[in-house]
């Protein structure tokens, strides 16, 4: 039996400093992109004060992310950040294909309502726009691990909340 396991991240977690807040393990392995998934912001977070991420099942669409190991020790407390045990994001697992050619199976979390509808990212209304910070947080995960340039543009393109008063995280990300 492993002493590990892979986890797909998409959203805050691209971060190297948010995902080892609480998952100390967490090792980078690879980048890599799920098929037949788009990436959307949905649920309103109260620790990040606006919209969170998920993926949608969509044909036709890539969501690029991290793919971290981590020891299984750290599996309740990812469960944990990610709200599994309040029915905020439930876990599946995935294929994950990296740029080497490589196909991983990885754990995932994908948010238990999901939106029924695609908007373009342009066009969120307020309600599904992440908070700057909860993008910035994004961005900079997807950066420091140098997702592809088109990725990167295409997340610059989402609108964020505007919102400007204090997070519930407890250290800077930034």
């Given at each position: 039996m492993?002493?590990?396991f892979l986890y797909f991240a998409y959203g805050s977690n691209l971060c190297a400093k948010r995902i080892h807040l609480c998952n100390p393990t967490a090792i980078m392995k690879d980048i890599g992109y799920i098929k037949n998934f788009r990436l959307d912001f949905y649920r309103y977070s109260k620790r990040w004060h606006g919209a969170s991420a998920t993926i949608v099942e969509t044909e036709h669409s890539v969501v690029w992310g991290i793919v971290w190991e981590l020891d299984k020790c750290n599996l309740a407390t990812l469960d944990c950040q990610e709200g599994v045990q309040d029915n905020i994001y439930h876990a599946m697992s995935v294929n994950v294909e990296t740029p080497g050619g490589r196909?991983?199976?990885?754990r995932v979390y994908q948010q238990c309502n999901n939106p029924k509808e695609y908007i373009k990212p342009e066009?969120?209304?307020m309600d599904k726009r992440p908070s700057p910070l909860y993008l910035n947080t994004i961005l900079k995960g997807a950066k420091e691990?140098?997702?592809?340039t088109d990725y990167i543009k295409f997340l610059k393109t989402i609108p964020d909340n505007g919102y400007e008063g204090d997070y519930d995280i407890s250290f800077s990300l930034l």
């Open positions: 492993a002493n590990t196909t991983l199976n990885c066009d969120f209304p691990n140098k997702l592809p």
